[in-house]
Nanobody
Framework: QVQLVESGGGLVQAGGSLRLSCAAS????????MGWYRQAPGKQRELVAT????????????NYADSVKGRFTIFRDNAKNTVYLRMNSLKPEDTAVYYC?????????WGQGTQVTVSS
């Protein structure tokens, strides 16, 4: 059974930082690409960042939404079966529920989400 469990959200002032974590189980983690998405109230869920699979964490390729490039960093620790999203210079428009995602055997799996609220 694939499970993704996010943590690390919270309330932060504009300009602040947070680090989200997503612990995965039920998959051979290093073989799976991982992603972070977010959904703000009244808006569709959108891609934030992805990271490719890789036997060595440092070899993974990353991809970012234009709105977060230069501010957010996605990285993974294959030894801990965990993917992270480091968020710096947060803006009020980053306020959303953040979800972890992976695709396994042609099925999308999502975590329960973690709320990030950025106050101005």
């Amino acid at each position: 059974q694939v499970q993704l469990v996010e943590s690390g959200g919270g309330l932060v002032q504009a300009g602040g930082s947070l680090r989200l974590s997503c612990a995965a189980s039920g998959i051979i983690f290093r073989f799976n690409a991982m992603g972070w998405y977010r959904q703000a109230p009244g808006k569709q869920r959108e891609l934030v960042a992805t990271i490719s699979s890789g036997g060595i964490s440092s070899d993974s390729r990353t991809n970012y939404a234009d709105s977060v490039k230069g501010r957010f960093t996605i990285f993974r620790d294959n030894a801990k079966n965990t993917v992270y999203l480091r968020m710096n210079s947060l803006k009020p428009e980053d306020t959303a529920v953040y979800y972890c995602n992976t695709n396994f055997r042609e099925h999308d799996y999502w975590g329960q989400g973690t709320q990030v609220t950025v106050s101005s």
